[in-house]
């Protein structure tokens, strides 16, 4: 079974600080990994998507990698700022048959508050 | 811009009660999905839809159930509340295409609260 887990649950930096947010998998075999930000009482907003076969993909400050051997990908947040502050989960969508591959493993989530 | 309207943000019920929640998307997505989500539990899915009629069980199906009659609107239904499904209940919706499915775009959230 996927387990996906993110470390460290919870992160506190200074403003203008570049920052990189951990996720690792336990099972290669993902057809695509989606991080994505929560902001208290909100739901979850899409961030980036990472296919299988890409490294990594950028938007705006934001840079997510993937490395499947290795079962990880990194977020890095490039001068953050805070309105950064949020929660940010990263998801796996696993190989499979069409109904299977629709079920995302997430992880717990890392708690990030940028101090001004 | 995709968009996913869940109809209450906020919801308290008395146990026993029946509880509908609703959600619909605009961008004619195949897939949807409801989520629940606690402290320290994370994010569980409860049930999806890969089409209109189709339904899946998730994780936790346990005391809900669910209803896809038109492609655009996914609804959970709660046929009898309990304290403990006080939660925060999410709603989502994706597009697949042969063997490519796409990101997963999430609704703002149900808080929902049984007394």
């Known amino acids: 079974k996927q387990e996906v887990t993110q470390i460290p649950a919870a992160l506190s930096v200074p403003e203008g600080e570049n920052l990189v947010l951990n996720c690792s998998f336990t099972d290669s075999a993902i057809y695509n990994l989606q991080w994505f930000r929560q902001d208290p009482g909100k739901g979850l907003t899409s961030l980036l998507l990472?296919?299988?076969?890409?490294r990594e993909q950028t938007s705006g400050r934001l840079n997510a990698s993937l490395d499947k051997s290795s079962g990880r990908s990194t977020l890095y947040i490039a001068a953050s700022q805070p309105g950064d502050s949020a929660t940010y989960l990263c998801?796996?969508?696993?190989?499979?048959?069409?109904?299977?591959?629709?079920?995302?493993?997430f992880g717990g989530g890392t708690r990030l508050m940028v101090k001004p | 811009d995709v968009k996913v309207t869940q109809s209450s943000r906020y919801l308290v019920k008395r146990t026993g009660e029946k509880v509908f929640l609703e959600c619909v998307q605009d961008?004619?997505?195949?897939?949807m999905f409801w989520y629940r989500q606690d402290p320290g539990l994370g994010l569980r899915l409860i049930y999806f839809?890969?089409?209109?009629?189709?339904?899946e069980k998730g994780d936790i199906p346990e005391g809900y159930s669910v209803s896809r009659e038109k492609k655009e609107r996914f609804s959970l239904i709660l046929e009898s509340a309990s304290t403990n499904q006080t939660s925060m209940y999410l709603c989502?919706?994706?597009?697949?295409?042969?063997?490519?499915?796409?990101?997963?775009?999430f609704g703002e959230g149900s808080r929902l609260t049984v007394l």
């Open positions: 990472i296919q299988s076969s890409q």
């Open positions: 839809s890969y089409d209109v009629k189709m339904k």
């Open positions: 989502a919706s994706s597009w697949t295409s042969g063997r490519m499915t796409g990101e997963l775009f």
């Open positions: 998801a796996v969508r696993p190989v499979g048959n069409n109904n299977a591959g629709n079920m995302l493993t």
């Open positions: 961008m004619d997505h195949e897939n």
